[in-house]
């Protein structure tokens, strides 16, 4: 686990990396951190990058998920005092009873499944029961809803499924960057000293300061949104 946040870690790593060409040559302990240091700086960088520009496409996937799902909850919600009504043993209460969206759409297909049972029973005049006159409206209107929303929670599922991946990868390269960091932060100490001008700029604690040698037209990091909003 990285004790400092990543957005920082993310604006040390080009620093790091510039710190590094400059002042290692004729000191072979620095040297030595091209081959560790350095990949893992950039692979950081990357994978951080990539976590940044795809939450976006998450957002919006979770959004449209979340709105398919709350539509059909809200349908599903309306038919219940009706069928509570015409429906014997019908309980309204174990239907939409629950935020989580598996059991919203299990509820609504377990509801068109109950009334077409119904119709089916209703048939048989010896079961004296009558049949929905509206069923047909009830399906027209509820199973579009059931569709669209099953579709939009499997591409919302799968986009947080992709997301939680890149996180827990970025979250890995963060570890591995900030023990060589740290490492490396030492040695250059070892090399000059603790007042040394690029051994300040890497300090954590300095990572929000401007430096003359950053890039002033790269987007500047920020803090990288969790998967469980």
């Known amino acids: 686990m990285t004790t400092a946040p990543q957005w ?4 040390l790593a080009p620093r790091a990396i510039r710190v590094h060409e400059r002042r290692a040559a004729g000191i072979p302990a620095l040297m030595a951190f091209g081959s560790t240091l350095v990949p893992i700086a950039k692979e950081f960088m990357d994978s951080y990058d990539g976590v940044q520009r795809y939450s976006a496409e998450w957002r919006k996937q979770m959004r449209e998920g979340r709105s398919a799902i709350a539509t059909l909850t809200t349908e599903m919600r309306s038919w219940l005092p009706r069928l509570g009504v015409d429906i014997p043993q019908f309980d309204r209460s174990t239907f939409a009873d629950s935020d989580v969206p598996d059991d919203i759409m299990e509820d609504a297909q377990r509801l068109l499944e109950t009334v077409e049972e119904h119709q089916e029973l209703a048939a048989d005049e010896s079961n004296q029961l009558e049949p929905l006159p509206y069923a047909e409206q009830l399906q027209a209107s509820l199973a579009p809803l059931f569709e669209a929303a099953a579709k939009e929670w499997r591409e919302a599922d799968a986009s947080d499924s992709d997301y939680q991946q890149a996180l827990a990868k970025v979250r890995g390269l963060a570890r ?54």
Do not use: C, G, W
């Open 8 to 11: 920082k870690l993310r604006r």
């Open 176 to 229: 591995d960057f900030e023990r060589e960091l740290v490492a490396f932060r030492a040695t250059l100490s070892t090399a000059f000293d603790r007042s040394d001008a690029d051994y300040q700029k890497l300090r954590t604690a300095r990572a929000a300061t401007p430096d003359p040698e950053d890039d002033a037209n790269a987007p500047q990091p920020t803090e990288i949104q969790a998967a469980a909003e």
